[in-house]
Nanobody
Framework: QVRLVESGGGSVQAGGSLRLSCVVS????????MAWFRQASGKERKFVAL????????HYDESVAGRFTISRDNAENTVFLQMDNLRPEDTGVYYC????????????????WGQGTQVTVSS
């Protein structure tokens, strides 16, 4: 059974940092583009960042570019999201997701999802 398990969420003040992790099991990790999405309370889920199969390329939503860094460790089947200079508007549940398709940002393009981890940024 495919599983994506996120961790690393928490509460921080504006300007702080968090590092999210997502451990994947039961599929060929290197065959999938990995991404992070987030969902604020009462709003739709939105794309944050994605990383290529080998980790050599990445794309970011403009709202997080320059502050967030996505990376992956293919030996450990894990994808990370380093979040620096956090802002209150970054608050939400963060989900990791997997797709075999390159450079897709739509929620519907992703085949597998984790359960999410809460990030709360206070001003």
């Amino acid at each position: 059974q495919v599983r994506l398990v996120e961790s690393g969420g928490g509460s921080v003040q504006a300007g702080g940092s968090l590092r999210l992790s997502c451990v994947v099991s039961a599929f060929s990790f290197t065959g999938y583009v990995m991404a992070w999405f987030r969902q604020a309370s009462g709003k739709e889920r939105k794309f944050v960042a994605l990383i290529s199969y080998t980790g050599d390329r990445s794309h970011y939503d403009e709202s997080v570019a320059g502050r967030f860094t996505i990376s992956r460790d293919n030996a450990e089947n894990t994808v990370f999201l380093q979040m620096d200079n956090l802002r209150p508007e970054d608050t939400g549940v963060y989900y990791c997701a997997a797709t075999p398709r390159w450079i897709v940002r739509a929620v519907g393009e992703y085949d597998y999802w984790g359960q999410g981890t809460q990030v709360t940024v206070s001003s």
